[in-house]
């Protein structure tokens, strides 16, 4: 759900932890001693940690992914809908679980996601499937129920809708098509 490239600008002394975790990454890397090949993959997945923290510091605006995490209803909401893409949601019912009113929850998604709570769901549940038929054998019934959907015919329908390919040759195929690649 990030965007493809993350660009951060060099700027001395904007982001200190991210400058010492680079540091200690260059000097594990020049000078390999005892330990070096655990201390590389923690210093990496670090490195993505601050150079994320950066990117949403530098952020400008509180829009996007970045101003999700500003936003605590729409937070609430979206942990709400990761957590159980199963269940039937409605908006008064996410509008409950994030703490405000259905016209304040579905402005402040709109303008932070940048579609609607519903449409943020069909999407959601369809990259769950995606995930789901690629990774596991799990018959297209069960991924339907695993994503909301009462029927496998229901479920499939959506998912040609969404992406113009059926379920089960997305799963079949080599490779999945750009958009659906998870």
């Given at each position: 759900?990030?965007?493809?490239?993350?660009?951060?600008?060099?700027?001395?002394?904007?982001?200190?932890?991210?400058?010492?975790?680079?540091?200690?990454?260059?000097?594990?890397?020049?000078e390999p001693r005892p330990g070096t090949d655990a201390a590389i993959p923690a210093l990496l997945d670090t490195l993505l940690l601050?150079?994320?923290?950066?990117?949403?510091?530098?952020?400008?605006?509180?829009?996007?992914?970045?101003?999700?995490?500003?936003?605590?209803?729409?937070?609430?909401?979206?942990?709400?809908?990761?957590?159980?893409?199963?269940?039937?949601?409605?908006?008064?019912?996410?509008?409950?679980?994030?703490?405000?009113?259905?016209?304040?929850?579905?402005?402040?998604?709109?303008?932070?996601?940048?579609?609607?709570?519903?449409?943020?769901?069909?999407?959601?549940?369809?990259?769950?499937?995606?995930?789901?038929?690629?990774?596991?054998?799990?018959?297209?019934?069960?991924?339907?129920?695993?994503?909301?959907?009462?029927?496998?015919?229901?479920?499939?329908?959506?998912?040609?809708?969404?992406?113009?390919?059926?379920?089960?040759?997305?799963?079949?195929?080599?490779?999945?098509?750009?958009?659906?690649?998870?």
């Amino acid at each position: 759900m990030l965007p493809e490239f993350i660009h951060l600008p060099a700027r001395p002394g904007r982001h200190p932890a991210l400058r010492s975790t680079v540091d200690l990454l260059a000097c594990e890397i020049a000078e390999p001693r005892p330990g070096t090949d655990a201390a590389i993959p923690a210093l990496l997945d670090t490195l993505l940690l601050f150079m994320l923290r950066a990117w949403f510091d530098e952020q400008s605006a509180a829009t996007g992914w970045a101003g999700v995490f500003g936003d605590p209803a729409v937070s609430d909401a979206l942990r709400a809908i990761h957590a159980a893409p199963e269940r039937a949601w409605t908006v008064p019912e996410l509008s409950a679980v994030a703490g405000v009113s259905r016209a304040t929850l579905a402005r402040r998604f709109l303008a932070t996601v940048g579609q609607p709570p519903l449409s943020y769901l069909t999407r959601w549940r369809m990259l769950t499937a995606a995930r789901l038929l690629r990774e596991s054998d799990t018959p297209l019934a069960g991924v339907a129920r695993k994503v909301g959907y009462q029927s496998e015919f229901a479920f499939a329908k959506a998912f040609k809708r969404e992406y113009g390919l059926a379920p089960g040759h997305y799963r079949r195929a080599d490779e999945p098509p750009a958009a659906l690649a998870v």
